[in-house]
């Protein structure tokens, strides 16, 4: 609802901005939302904020790595094989439908200098690296149902032959 940083919010709060924002979007048209993203990528390891993310949304895009791996079983020491939200012991996973992870271009912003083109091809070296596990997740802070390719990288994707699955169909 007000793009604030969820971390230190109440329950009744995170209901307010979580579950506000989808009936908001809904009563403007908007509808089939099941991604939530969270402010600042940063709330995968907050049990309260995973928890009402859960009640209305069945992914959360939250937290940031190269790629986001099928199973959720990619991950250095991380030892899941699946994406559930909890492990047996009712623990925070690492990896989660409610941590679906991307790059940043913020910090590639930052690592190069803003510079369009070095990003531009550290984009197509990170798609085109074979991974077989792993899908790139493209994330816009525009809703635009139109399929129009209107960033380079999507249009990148959609000239060689990659295939653009809404989060809404990947399950």
């Given at each position: 609802m007000t793009q604030v940083d969820l971390n230190n919010l109440s329950p009744k709060a995170l209901d307010f901005e979580i579950g506000?924002?989808?009936?908001?979007?809904?009563?403007?048209?908007?509808?089939?939302?099941?991604?939530?993203?969270?402010?600042?990528?940063?709330?995968?390891?907050?049990?309260v904020v995973i928890d009402a993310i859960s009640k209305y949304y069945g992914f959360a895009n939250n937290g940031f790595a190269n790629s986001m791996f099928l199973h959720c079983d990619g991950y250095g020491s991380s030892k899941q094989t699946d994406c559930r939200p909890h492990d047996d012991n009712g623990i925070l996973t690492y990896s989660k439908v409610y941590s679906v992870?991307?790059?940043?271009?913020?910090?590639?912003?930052?690592s190069?200098?803003?510079?369009?083109?070095?990003?531009?091809?550290?984009f197509v070296d990170e798609v085109n690296s074979g991974m077989v596990d792993?899908?790139?997740?493209?994330?816009?802070?525009?809703?635009?149902n139109s399929k129009d390719p209107s960033s380079t990288e999507r249009k990148y994707l959609q000239d060689n032959g990659f295939r653009e699955i809404p989060m809404s169909d990947l399950g």
């Open positions: 506000g924002s989808k009936q908001c979007l809904e009563n403007h048209g908007v509808n089939s939302l099941d991604i939530f993203a969270v402010v600042h990528g940063d709330a995968w390891n907050i049990p992870r991307a790059e940043s271009h913020n910090s590639w912003d930052q190069y200098l803003h510079d369009d083109q070095i990003i531009f091809q550290k792993a899908i790139p997740i493209l994330a816009y802070h525009i809703i635009d």
